[in-house]
């Protein structure tokens, strides 16, 4: 899921949007499908506050035995990325993490993007 994440803010950042609705698809062996979505206050593209919303929707969802067959993630109700945000005093945290994702992002275009991962995606 952490992989998809950072491939849904990828491509949000790189079309210039973000989003404010986070939803998770479930689709298991026997085609039983959930959809299970969340709104969240400010739009983000940030990899890690998708990952983090998924996480709690996939906590919502009861996982059967017999395996997985779809896992999705969607990024929905979506903004210009270049929105002013409000409330700066509130938000020096995502603004770093904005900083170090946007750093991220122009090392996997020059070098790759299997050049700079997260240490829990190594195989």
Request: net charge positive; no cysteine.
């Amino acid at each position: 899921m952490l992989k998809i994440s950072q491939i849904v803010g990828h491509t949000a950042r790189k079309e210039g949007y973000k989003g404010r609705t986070i939803t998770l698809k479930i689709r298991f062996h026997n085609f039983i499908t959930f959809n299970k979505s969340k709104s969240i206050e400010n739009p983000t593209h940030l990899d890690d506050i998708i990952f983090k919303t998924v996480v709690e929707l996939l906590d919502k969802v009861k996982l059967k035995k017999g395996g997985v067959r779809l896992l999705g993630i969607k990024l929905s109700n979506l903004t210009s990325g270049n929105e002013r945000k409000q409330l700066k005093f509130l938000r020096d945290k995502d603004d770093k993490l904005e900083q170090l994702t946007q750093s991220l992002d122009k090392i996997r275009e020059k070098f790759g993007s299997k050049s700079i991962t997260r240490a829990s995606l190594l195989k």
